[in-house]
């Protein structure tokens, strides 16, 4: 007979919890926000179950309601788009007004900023388009501009999201330059062409009027290019680096955990949200097996590597912490 029985370290929740390994913890926490213009405005995301799109008065009423929060991630929604994205750097814009109200309202605190045209630009392209192509250098002056006006508001992190080559390098240089030093990158460094965006395209009305994004977001096929591109984020001035998507791309999160010594976030997007909310549905019996599939999910991204988890089930995995 085994002198060795792992099973005596299971045999009950106590020492279940004794000996765990992995544990979610409120820091590891970033909940997306979807705000637009206007005031009382709380209006369902049809894909999305549970999310919506808030004004700043009632994103104010929903983080208070929101146990141990630490930090927001968050996705502005002009009233009007153009060709070139201007309303993503106007001082006025919904965002910088956002990023103020929350740094005001909330002393602790941390606010990041998506740093994007996709969602300003009339055609849904996350930068500058000329002569049907995508301007790298166009875009990232654009970008950089969009990142300054965030700090200017306040934002303690600008995200950008982009995937347009020298991005973390432009906006470092112009943070830098405007004073800005202080102010930290959380460069979405590995985000993938994924299938998993739809609900977001649609919460943020930002799917490609033509074309797609393949040129310049990741093909899913590739591991090593990953990397390559986490490294060049981090020698430009990345304070904290992404995986965008979190659940296909683990295997991603644990070779840039091994490999890099910064902090690493995951994206658990929109369509993995919509997914296992219908899977949850679909074992939902009165009890909490659907939370408890949150929680496994969750978990395992952060096994993985992550140190910070973007994700839409953010207020029910922080009530539970609590």
């Known amino acids: 007979m085994s002198s060795t029985t792992l099973r005596r370290l299971r045999r ?41 799109h808030l004004s700043i008065d009632n994103l104010i009423k929903d983080l208070r309601s929101a146990p141990q929060i630490h ?16 309303g993503a750097y106007k001082k006025e814009g919904i965002t910088q007004k956002a990023i103020r109200a929350l740094k005001k309202e909330f002393k602790d605190l941390i606010v990041i900023s998506d740093v994007c045209l996709c969602g300003f630009t009339s055609n849904g392209h996350c930068g500058i388009i000329k002569n049907g192509r995508i301007d790298n250098d166009a875009s990232i002056k654009a970008l950089a501009k969009i990142a300054l006006s965030h700090a200017e508001a306040g934002a303690d992190f600008v995200a950008p999201s982009a995937m347009m080559d020298g991005q973390v390098k432009a906006i470092r240089q112009a943070l830098n330059k405007k004073g800005f030093k202080d102010t930290g990158i ?74 890099f010594n910064i902090p690493i976030a995951a994206y658990n997007v929109s369509g993995e949200y919509t997914m296992l909310q219908g899977l949850a549905n679909s ?15 969750l978990t395992s991204i952060k096994r993985a590597g992550a140190d910070f988890i973007i994700t839409y089930f953010g207020k029910e995995i922080l009530r539970w912490i609590k």
């Open 12 to 52: 009950n929740s106590l020492i279940r919890d004794w000996v765990k390994e992995t544990e979610l913890h409120p820091k590891n926490i970033i909940l997306p926000f979807f705000v637009v213009e206007g005031k009382g405005v709380q209006e369902p995301i049809k894909s999305m179950p549970g999310v919506y």
């Open 71 to 86: 930090s927001v991630l968050l996705f502005g929604i002009p009233n009007k788009k153009d060709k070139s994205g201007s």
């Open 186 to 259: 959380l460069a979405y460094s590995a985000k993938y062409a994924s299938n998993f965006y739809g609900p977001f395209r649609e919460a943020l009305d930002s799917a490609p009027q033509f074309g797609d994004r393949k040129s310049y977001q990741m093909d899913f096929r590739n591991a090593n290019e990953a990397l390559r591109e986490i490294e060049e984020d981090i020698k430009e001035g990345a304070d904290i680096i992404m995986v965008k998507p979190a659940l296909a791309y683990l295997d991603i999160i644990y070779r840039a955990k091994q490999k």
């Open 283 to 297: 074992v939902g019996d009165g009890r909490d097996r659907p939370l408890q599939l949150f929680i496994e999910v």
